[in-house]
């Protein structure tokens, strides 16, 4: 078996939340997905560098007007959160909250990778939950600073009657920001311990693991900071996440780290036993290489090129749809070897426009092309590529009343208090076809989107202004490829996509 090189980060796009198993000799890892559909991907492993996307938990999470983007505010930034992935008794649990239903979602199945999840919901928050299965009883542990224990039926389908149900335990509330969160639960040896993370306002003023640890589930629990380092990255700490150890019997540790506007992103660190507690990192930092004793594999890709040659209509896992799709108004068959995408609603901004087909960003610089059949598209349409988040870009086109189309680059009106799209720069476009570019470029510098089109795939021409990219909140997510097609006047224009061509650029 050969050894493999941990580089960190593991995967350099918005990957947040993880939450980290082994089963046999294979780990599998859930991840926040918010308004993304499918969602909850499930990505496995053999050595905890390589990562392929195997499955989603959901397709659509709830079937509401905001889920569908028609209330006019969608659920961006909400939908589910910071899921646990557990193992037992031969079935895979994944449990979250949704901040917007008011509801705690339990899923399980026997078969990970290829199978259907059964569905169990349970009323009211549990924040950033962890499933804790202790000797024939089932807890999910969670809360922000007040962290509350809560048991279930041991298959964790529902709370269990007159079950243990109270408050564990109040975290620092002194030069502290953000008070502990994003709980990974674990009985090892003879030791609870629970992982979470906190932000002070004080000291290097930047997120940190926290341990907590009792022999007793209901305590008294001791607390011991675990990791405070940034890797060289401005100031945004390596935190929130759970350890697991390999068969060789090493211990490691899965986290993530705020990387601006191409998300958070996570890593992976080793882990030594001081007196029963976990030290993560080398002498308190945590490495940007190292070696594990698990074998070497062949990196899958995570953003992909696509020709749309498909022989049935389905997608490839990569893609996730912004919001719940109507899936009467796509198609890679209607028109074999295109992505057909046709308007069914009228709206006023690529942000609140249905089936709207995204796949993440990658670190450090990407890009992304495709070309668009632009003949059928109505007047009042909009429709291109768009650098998805709340400060979102665009490059397409514009059809007015008259049928005159034009090339635009637009960006978000409501970051200036109106609403829409702001036209940066357009220009009058004569033909049936369109070639579209954005240039994404992430270090510690600057993040910035650049935005080209072009009429036979050869000769480019910058468009508009490049793209001050944010992290935003109101998204909550890192920046995205997307592929869109809206009416602003009527109804029932489409465009047809031949392609999406990706480069990661840089390592």
């Known amino acids: 078996m050969n050894n493999t090189v941990i580089t960190n980060p593991i995967i350099w796009a918005d990957v947040p939340d993880p939450s980290v198993i082994r089963v046999g000799r294979t780990f599998y890892m859930v991840s926040t997905s918010m308004h993304s559909m499918p969602g909850c991907p499930i990505m496995k492993s053999e050595n905890l560098m390589n990562w392929e996307l195997v499955n989603y938990v959901y397709d659509t999470l709830e079937d509401n007007d905001a889920h569908k983007l028609l209330d006019g505010k969608g659920i961006y930034g909400r939908g589910s959160w910071a899921a646990s992935l557990r193992y037992y008794n031969g079935l895979y649990y994944v449990c979250f909250s949704s901040l917007d239903m008011n509801r705690f979602y339990v899923y399980r199945t026997e078969d990970i990778e290829n199978g259907q999840w059964e569905r169990f919901v349970i009323n009211g928050l549990h924040h950033d939950p962890s499933l804790l299965f202790d000797d024939g009883r089932t807890y999910v ?75 007793n589930l209901l305590g008294p629990y001791e607390r011991k900071l675990v990791l405070d380092d940034n890797m060289g990255y401005r100031n945004n700490g390596i935190a929130q996440g759970g350890i697991l150890n390999i068969p060789e019997g090493d211990w490691y540790a899965v986290l993530f780290q705020d990387h601006e506007a191409v998300g958070r992103i996570p890593c992976v660190l080793p882990v030594a036993w001081e007196d029963d507690w976990p030290v993560i990192g080398v002498d308190g930092m945590a490495p940007k290489s190292f070696e594990v004793s698990l074998p070497s594999s062949s990196p899958k890709p995570f953003v992909i090129s696509d020709e749309f040659e498909y022989g049935e209509n389905r997608l490839a896992l990569n893609w996730q749809w912004n919001h719940n799709p109507d899936n009467s108004r796509w198609s890679v068959t209607e028109r074999p070897g295109y992505l057909r995408l046709t308007t069914g609603h009228v709206t006023h901004s690529v942000e609140f426009a249905r089936n709207t087909l995204t796949q993440r960003t990658e670190g450090p610089a990407c890009v992304g092309t495709t070309v668009m059949d632009i003949t059928h598209m109505k007047p009042g349409d909009r429709a291109g590529l768009v650098a998805l988040q709340y400060l979102f870009g665009t490059v397409g086109i514009q059809v007015e009343e008259n049928g005159d189309r034009y090339v635009a680059m637009c960006v978000n009106g409501r970051a200036d208090g109106g609403e829409g799209e702001i036209t940066v720069e357009r220009m009058l476009f004569e033909g049936n076809e369109i070639y579209l570019q954005i240039n994404f470029q992430f270090d510690n510098s600057e993040d910035i989107a650049r935005f080209r089109y072009s009429t036979d795939g050869e000769t480019w021409h910058s468009i508009g202004k490049p793209l001050q990219m944010q992290y935003k909140l109101e998204h909550f997510m890192g920046y995205r490829f997307g592929l869109y097609n809206y009416a602003m006047k009527q109804t029932g224009g489409y465009v047809d996509y031949d392609y999406f061509r990706y480069n990661k650029l840089g390592q």
């Open 141 to 215: 542990i969670h809360g922000n600073g007040d962290i509350r224990i809560t048991e279930l039926m041991e298959d964790a389908t529902a709370l269990k009657a007159h079950g243990i149900n109270q408050l564990l335990f109040e975290t620092d509330r002194e030069g502290i920001m953000l008070r502990s969160e994003g709980c990974h639960a674990y009985k090892i040896n003879d030791y609870y311990y629970l992982f979470f993370i906190e932000w002070p306002n004080t000291g290097n003023k930047r997120r940190r693991q926290l341990c907590y640890r009792s022999r």
